[in-house]
């Protein structure tokens, strides 16, 4: 049997770095935001859906996540509606990297785990995070980000104190040696509690 260790962080968290970290170890790593980007490209099977709730976000046969969110800005009742498209969709995706995975620790990088309750979905939880003032230095570092995007964009998650007393591990990405010493303490945690 599979554990099943779903990872997630708000945005500037280090998030996806850690996540590498758990690649660079040897495990298979399920990722929502590349799961998304598969549904948006072409032939993806988001494409048809959403061009129906959304036509001028569909471009060459693809979604354009760029226009898409426009939209949404301009139109806020967008967002459930593509929700409703996207999430069975992602689910479908993140329930065949499961049933095809022989590993025997899964990671699954899920942005909004805690706000959308998925935590019982998963074994166990490790929220990656990071002071605000690191991670605001990181996000806006981040080639066309900008302060009003990541405000927007922080509104929509959960504070990280909300999302500390949820998770069931915890690992601050001050350091990359740090991080990674962590990541690999935790797999050897998770390998001896659960083997």
């Given at each position: 049997m599979t554990f099943r260790l779903g990872l997630t962080g708000s945005i500037g968290m280090g998030k996806s770095t850690t996540a590498a970290m758990f690649t660079a170890a040897g495990l298979p790593v399920w990722d929502a935001d590349t799961a998304v980007h598969r549904l948006y490209q072409q032939g993806g099977s988001a494409v048809a859906p959403i061009s129906e709730i959304c036509p001028e976000a569909t471009v060459g046969g693809s979604v354009s996540r760029?226009?898409?969110?426009?939209?949404?800005?301009?139109?806020?009742t967008l967002l459930p509606k593509l929700e409703s498209i996207?999430?069975?969709?992602?689910?479908t995706d993140r329930a065949r990297f499961l049933?095809?995975?022989?590993?025997?620790?899964a990671i699954l990088d899920i942005p909004l785990l805690f706000e959308k309750s998925s935590q019982h979905d998963?074994?166990?939880?490790?929220?990656?995070?990071a002071p605000p003032d690191l991670q605001r230095a990181r996000v806006l570092s981040r080639p066309g980000m900008t302060e009003t995007h990541f405000q927007t964009i922080l509104a929509r998650q959960m504070p990280d104190?909300?999302?500390r007393q949820l998770a069931t591990h915890i690992v601050e990405t001050l350091d990359l040696f740090a991080?990674?010493?962590?990541?690999k303490s935790l797999?050897?945690?998770?390998r001896a509690r659960h083997a």
């Open positions: 760029e226009t898409l969110r426009k939209a949404i800005q301009t139109d806020p996207t999430h069975p969709l992602v689910a049933a095809e995975t022989t590993a025997d620790i998963f074994d166990a939880t490790l929220l990656v995070t104190a909300e999302k991080t990674e010493a962590y990541v797999i050897a945690h998770i």
